[in-house]
């Protein structure tokens, strides 16, 4: 069974550093990761979607990798500013046509 | 249209109440699910429909019954529910049951059983 887990499980930055979450799955046959972003008490907004055979994908401020063999994902946003404050979820599509959800890196950025 | 959207957004049920939960999307997905989020925790997968035919049901007890009318519709129907049973119902959707183009969710139903 795919094991999906998410470290640090909560972090606090000032606004302007650039925030590292990171992401690591026990199965490396995936066929995709995908990057989430949840506030308090409402549904999950995608972030960034990697197919299995991509290195990485970057929108605006925000990068993430993928490296299958390892079995990791990072998710980078630049320059974090105090509307990054939220969850942010990591899952993982496997074999079953499933995700595998990690619990979670829960974001706060200080003003 | 990009989104799944979900109504109604916050519902308070007795235990002993019928309702429903709505879901819809307009992007021509194939696939659609529901998930159970208790808070601080991940969802957790309900149902999948794929082309309107009930996929996958992770032995959810019959308390709820999902329901999909047609390719843009998905309904959760609620019955006899426990306080346990308070939690985020988050409906998403896929173009095919595979996610290879990834998922796309709803902003939820925040369900409180009293």
Same mark, same amino acid.
């Given at each position: 069974?795919?094991?999906?887990?998410?470290?640090?499980?909560?972090?606090?930055?000032?606004?302007?550093?650039?925030?590292?979450?990171?992401?690591?799955?026990?199965?490396?046959?995936?066929?995709?990761?995908?990057?989430?972003?949840?506030?308090?008490?409402?549904?999950?907004?995608?972030?960034?979607?990697?197919?299995?055979?991509?290195?990485?994908?970057?929108?605006?401020?925000?990068?993430?990798?993928?490296?299958?063999?390892?079995?990791?994902?990072?998710?980078?946003?630049?320059?974090?500013?105090?509307?990054?404050?939220?969850?942010?979820?990591?899952?993982?599509?496997?074999?079953?046509?499933?995700?595998?959800?990690?619990?979670?890196?829960?974001?706060?950025?200080?003003? | 249209?990009?989104?799944?959207?979900?109504?109604?957004?916050?519902?308070?049920?007795?235990?002993?109440?019928?309702?429903?939960?709505?879901?819809?999307?307009?992007?021509?997905?194939?696939?659609?699910?529901?998930?159970?989020?208790?808070?601080?925790?991940?969802?957790?997968?309900?149902?999948?429909?794929? /082309?309107?035919?009930? $996929?996958?049901? &992770?032995?959810?007890? %019959?308390?709820?019954?999902?329901?999909?009318?047609?390719?843009? @519709?998905?309904?959760?129907?609620?019955?006899?529910?426990?306080?346990?049973?308070?939690?985020? /119902?988050?409906?998403? $959707?896929?173009? &095919?049951?595979?996610? %290879?183009?990834?998922?796309?969710?709803?902003?939820?139903?925040? @369900?409180?059983?009293?």
């Amino acid at each position: 069974k795919q094991e999906v887990t998410q470290i640090p499980a909560a972090l606090s930055v000032p606004e302007g550093e650039n925030l590292v979450l990171n992401c690591s799955f026990t199965d490396s046959a995936i066929y995709n990761l995908q990057w989430f972003r949840q506030d308090p008490g409402k549904g999950l907004t995608s972030l960034l979607l990697i197919q299995s055979s991509q290195r990485e994908q970057t929108s605006g401020r925000l990068n993430a990798s993928l490296d299958k063999s390892s079995g990791r994902s990072t998710l980078y946003i630049a320059a974090s500013q105090p509307g990054d404050s939220a969850t942010y979820l990591c899952a993982v599509r496997d074999g079953n046509n499933r995700l595998a959800f990690g619990k979670g890196n829960q974001v706060v950025v200080i003003p | 249209d990009t989104e799944v959207t979900q109504t109604p957004k916050h519902l308070v049920m007795g235990m002993t109440n019928k309702k429903s939960l709505k879901c819809e999307q307009h992007m021509g997905h194939r696939a659609m699910y529901w998930y159970k989020q208790k808070a601080k925790k991940p969802p957790e997968l309900m149902f999948v429909y794929s /082309y309107e035919k009930l $996929s996958i049901n &992770e032995s959810v007890p %019959s308390r709820f019954s999902p329901e999909c009318p047609n390719s843009s @519709l998905l309904n959760l129907h609620l019955h006899a529910l426990q306080p346990e049973d308070s939690a985020l /119902y988050l409906c998403a $959707s896929s173009q &095919e049951e595979t996610g %290879s183009y990834g998922y796309t969710f709803g902003s939820g139903t925040r @369900l409180t059983v009293v």
